[in-house]
């Protein structure tokens, strides 16, 4: 559906937006103001009251909402060739049944939120306290090596610190792809651009600290073993599985691990457990696991209390 603008958003001339169109999505099924800021992908800024920008599928988008409706638009790029692992190739122009999907499939808006909603709160009388104050909470279906590197960032971090770590990392080693009121938007890094020789070093003088490392030695690890494509083959992989072979990526632990499986690897049982978690669990579930420190039999035994409570689908469970 199409439809005049619903707000302004002054554009540079390299960066002339399409038309704004719609879908159908009541906000019981999803909140963009919860969901883009709650930590889960860390590309999205809200650009104006209501309006989100960010970067998805290596294009620009600007989304907000009206009533039942997510209003989108998708920004041009600045030239007509984009690069994917050092090979140009033709940027294919976004027909508005091909925005939809890309919309659908990131929001997994096949996923009928408000059933979730109520078989949580019939089975955890302390999700019906929480649900009612956030509504709309979707777990978000992202790109895995995208997912991947930054929650490796995440690591003794916080939301607005890991945010600027990534969009440094998209500046310096991403493709540009527009610019918004003076305001550069980059791709995020392909793999190959992460496994240069002097990437640790400018990863470090980008702040990254001991997290250098890591990105760059996971950067390495993948493209010498699985490659991209088999990252993205541990979707159709068991959960056991795709845990297993993350945590063998440098600077990958259970809850990293987690992340990615649950918001890109389609494991919705994963549950990322942390500190804040684990006291969650202790305290208001009486769970009593673990002593002074959060071991890896006590995150284990965690996750498989929530997941018997909410059940196939507990990481979305507790993304609430």
């Not at 009388?125 to 279906?141: Q, S, T, Y």
């Not at 297993?244 to 990322?272: I, T």
Request: glycine share 8%; hydrophobic share 40%.
């Amino acid at each position: 559906s199409c439809s005049p603008a619903p707000m302004k958003l002054r554009d540079a001339p390299s960066a002339c937006p399409s038309l704004w169109r719609w879908l159908p999505c009541p906000p019981a099924e999803l909140r963009l103001d919860l969901v883009l800021s709650s930590g889960q992908s860390f590309r999205w800024w809200e650009s104006s009251p209501g309006a989100w920008t960010g970067v998805l599928g290596g294009r620009v988008w600007t989304l907000r909402q009206d009533g039942d409706r997510l209003w989108y638009t998708v920004y041009g790029e600045e030239d007509e060739h984009e690069e994917r692992d050092g090979c140009p190739a033709k940027a294919a122009k976004l027909n508005a049944a091909e925005t939809e999907r890309i919309l659908r499939d990131y929001f997994q808006l096949d996923v009928g939120l408000s059933a979730l909603y109520h078989a949580w709160g019939a089975a955890d009388p302390l999700f019906c306290k929480v649900a009612n104050d956030f509504p709309g909470v979707r777990v978000l279906r992202q790109d895995p090596v995208e997912c991947l590197f930054s929650f490796i960032c995440t690591s003794n971090n916080h939301i607005s610190r890991i945010t600027a770590m990534i969009e440094r990392l998209c500046q310096a080693f991403g493709r540009r792809l527009c610019c918004l009121d003076s305001r550069p938007f980059h791709a995020f890094p392909s793999l190959s651009a992460l496994t240069g020789a002097d990437a640790e070093a400018r990863l470090r003088a980008l702040g990254f600290g001991y997290r250098a490392k890591f990105v760059s030695g996971s950067a390495r690890a993948i493209a010498e073993g699985l490659g991209p494509e088999g990252l993205c083959q541990l979707r159709s992989a068991p959960y056991a599985e795709a845990r297993r072979v993350l945590c063998a990526l440098p600077g990958v632990g259970a809850k990293v691990a987690d992340c990615v499986c649950l918001l890109s690897l389609d494991k919705a049982e994963a549950v990322p457990v942390d500190t804040h978690v684990w006291q969650i669990a202790r305290q208001r579930y009486g769970v009593a696991l673990g002593g002074k420190s959060l071991t890896p039999r006590a995150y284990q035994q965690i996750g498989d209390f929530f997941r018997e409570l909410w059940g196939p689908r507990a990481g979305w469970a507790q993304a609430v």
